[in-house]
């Protein structure tokens, strides 16, 4: 499937990309090379095999949850740039 180059300006549009001529006949190939490789994909007979979220034996990959001792606070400010009142001083965000 090729993609048109006002297709590929839809899609800029959508994504809030500004892209130069080159940018976009680059991205109209990519993309239509993509569209290509998934149709091929489409065309392979999946029937006999069951649906899955994954291959892999289930296993939990977090860690424990344990609680832990937190820094002290002087530990904690160490590296802020700046400081009030043992406390992290930021810029106000309303005003």
Do not use: C, W
């Amino acid at each position: 499937m090729s993609l048109t180059l006002q297709e590929v300006e839809h899609i800029a549009l959508l994504a809030r990309l500004e892209l130069s001529t080159e940018e976009k006949r680059l991205y109209q190939q990519q993309l239509s090379d993509i569209l290509d490789h998934v149709a091929q994909l489409q065309k392979l007979n999946t029937g006999d095999i069951s649906p899955s979220s994954s291959v892999l034996p289930p296993r939990s990959r977090l860690r424990a949850d344990t609680a832990k001792e937190g820094l002290a606070p002087d530990q904690m400010l160490l590296n802020a740039p700046d400081v009030e009142e043992n406390q992290f001083k930021v810029p106000p965000v309303l005003e």
